[in-house]
DNA sequence: TCTCCTGCTTGCGCTAGCGCAAAGAGCAGC
DNA sequence: GCTGCTCTTTGCGCTAGCGCAAGCAGGAGA
């Protein structure tokens, strides 16, 4: 229970008020592809994750799944600040063994006007998320795909990176990649391939070890020759 | 001030209430393209638009420009939530003469503490926020341009629509619907003459005329040939 | 009325990246 | 070991959409 002061939804609460607050929640075990919530269903709990990883997907109506956001120890996820009665906004999948602390929505709204930090801080955690998400945004509507894929490689190796003999692992398939990174599994297949040969990465089967950081940051910043290869767009001069 | 007590920032507040915290801001008017607060600057204040419109912009590294949302009367905005100290995430910019009432940080917590209602609007302006900007991720992420254009159409045509003869005139000009869109005004000049030859729209110079929203939201499906002439992918058959 | 300015349209060429298909490579279970 | 399954790689063709440049047009101001 040591993790649960860390998180940010605890910042500032006393150990005991924080296990006050704990011993209300139900402990969820998942394993590997296990769902915790489903989008679309009624909200009708908010989780923080104990230990473990989530990824939280999104299907659009033709089918299309994409992953909106990864969830490690610590952090919060379900419905947050929703109205009431309202639907998941994702589906919550297991990428390995975890554990999360759930509260019904009605006990965890209640705990929020008893302990005015908690609900400080999760205004806190949405206002980052929010930040976040515009960025994603920003991504997607103006760098070209490598650029996306590299960026998200770097994310991942500070998110849910593990040391692996001189590199980082990341353990996520070419798609799951490519439905974060807003692209296909085959690009970001071919993109790994490339990488490869230039020493930054190395391809593995739903993972891939990166090595070279500092080179993913310059495809990401666009100062890559790979990502720049014509001339660059200039402002107009006056 | 009638239209404070319905600014969502505000519900469930008495009026007495409304209005002291109203008194507590500064005015601000804004003509056509001024500034209200700018992208990086720190986050001195918090507002809440009291008539007129703004856009938010972002620009990348690289100098583009992208539109993050559009700002009318009783909505929020600037630096809610951020932590002390941080920046803007966007620039505002007063689309057509308007007017802002604008707290500084400090007193604006200040009256979050005071009043817990206010929290709790502000934590539900918040989720709701960040749904919409994951809708964007999912749409950049997944649909093509066409159907883009067409749902910020359609958004546009609910948040900033004026009645004109027979449909509804959108004031933005191809560059800032491309901003909004994630493409370019190339294209987005190239659909409305499309969309022009099949009645849908009437082009205009930076605005544009709606006239079939049903079939816009026909395109933003993908239903229509336009967006989906080939043939559209299939789940994999067992 | 003429001029200038800014925003818009449209033709043209080009390429990034998608989508498919077929072949390879780990891994599990028998 | 062999078999089958799933994930991955890679060649190939194709087109959506970008970027430029040239020309058009609607307002504002002189």
Redesign the interface.
Known sequence: MACLAQAPLFRGLSPRDCEDIASRAKGRRLSRGQVLFREGECAAEVSVLSAGRLKLV?V?????E?I?RLVGPGELCGG????PGGPY?HTAVALETSNALCWDREGFEAS??RW?IL??N???I??E???A??E????????KVPQRVAHVLLRLVGQAGRPEDGGVLVALSREEVAQMA?TTLFTVSRLFSQWEALGLVRPRREAVVVDDTRGLLEIA??QSPLTAPGR??F?AVS
């Open positions: 999104q659009s109506s033709d089918g299309q994409i909106q947050v600040g929703l109205t906004q929020l006007d005015p609900q400080r999760a205004l806190r949405l206002a998320r929010l930040r998400a515009e994603r945004c920003r991504e997607l509507a103006t760098a807003g910043e666009g660059p767009r402002a």
